[in-house]
């Protein structure tokens, strides 16, 4: 059998393991060497599924488990709870995912690998157990306040989200991850708690976990607008790949503005600058998740200068140029 072809062992525990009590994230494998459903039996049912370090350099999901092995080692949480740890190997190596597998934060839809056979029988774990909630943990790579991801417009998910933090977003695009797939049977989010390594954001995510524990039901009308500030992206932005880039002072093809990362989810109006470029066609582009080009719509270029066009708000702008150039600058969104 070809190595990639190996089904890839999933472990189902009823505890978590206490020895996660004060170990760091690359000492993973010594209590999960597999990725793991984790149920543990609570006052009242049905659980709140939680899903974790799906992405494994992102380790504030990892503070949040070792937190719960803590809490819950004497006794039972006010609701199930059933977890779902993801990429462990990654984890232990302190990669998003390792060299040949794919990004476990997009196999949850169908495909043929051994990655998505295991998420399928997680999900139909979770399925059989008709879950309260669904709570998916990671951090972003570049500076963002906290905020939630919701998939379907429904009270319930968005009620969710405002529980987490005022900021949301709604997206349909892409459909692989794990809170959309989870969203078809019951309320899902994915929780956005900055940066990885940042303490306020495991206090964070372990306070909203508490609530959602102790929570009996969800209102029946959805949030107001002042609860849940809601968005959804209109284009990714995408910087030409043959431009060189840097941020100000530095000199390149594309100089962004040194500050740009602190305007993510600022509501910007039209004119604001967001970058210097040596041609008279914006180099970066903006692309909707159609893959049309909508540059014209949004940035206007003057004397080199690139501006906003019309009213938008930008998220999940990094300062690490690697990922600029792999994957996009950030997004742009509106307010829905
Ligand atoms: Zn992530």
Not at 73 to 97: E, H, M, W
Not at 178 to 195: D, H, L, M, W
């Amino acid at each position: 059998m070809m190595l990639a072809d190996t089904p890839i062992r999933l472990d189902r525990l009823d505890h978590i393991p206490t020895s996660l009590i004060g170990s760091e994230p690359e000492a993973i494998l010594d209590s999960l060497p597999h990725p793991s459903v984790i149920t543990l039996a609570g006052d009242r049912g049905p659980p709140l599924w939680l899903s974790l370090l799906l992405h494994g350099n992102e380790t504030s999901s990892f503070h949040v488990l070792r937190m719960l092995a803590e809490r819950y080692r004497d006794r039972p949480p006010p609701r199930d709870l059933s977890i779902f740890v993801g990429n462990v190997r990654a984890t232990a190596a302190g990669k998003r995912f390792l060299p040949g597998q794919p990004d476990f934060n997009r196999i949850w839809s169908d495909g043929e690998s051994p990655y998505h056979a295991l998420v399928r029988e997680v999900t139909e774990i979770a399925r059989e157990q008709n879950p309260f909630a669904s709570v998916d943990i990671h951090n972003n790579s570049g500076r963002n306040p906290h905020y939630g991801c919701v998939n379907a417009l429904r009270p319930a998910d968005l009620h969710l989200a405002a529980m987490f933090d005022q900021l949301g977003v709604y997206y349909r695009t892409p459909s692989s991850t794990q809170s959309i797939a989870f969203s078809a049977f019951c309320p899902a989010v994915t929780i956005e708690c900055g940066k990885t390594g940042d303490h306020d954001g495991h206090m964070h995510a372990l306070d909203f976990i508490d609530r959602v524990l102790d929570l009996d039901r969800f209102p029946d009308t959805a949030p107001t607008k002042d609860a849940l500030k809601l968005y959804h992206t209109v284009g990714s932005m995408i910087v030409d790949p043959d431009a060189s880039i840097a941020f100000a002072p530095d000199e390149a093809d594309v100089v962004l503005d040194e500050g740009l990362e602190a305007l993510n989810f600022v509501d910007l109006q039209a004119g604001a600058y967001l970058a210097r470029a040596g041609s008279p066609r914006s180099p970066i582009a903006v692309i909707d998740e159609q893959g049309h080009d909508l540059t014209d719509l949004f940035f206007d270029v003057d004397d080199g200068r690139i501006s906003l066009k019309r009213p938008a708000t930008p998220a999940m702008i990094t300062r690490d140029l690697d990922i600029v150039k792999q994957d996009c600058l950030g997004y742009l969104m509106e307010r829905l």
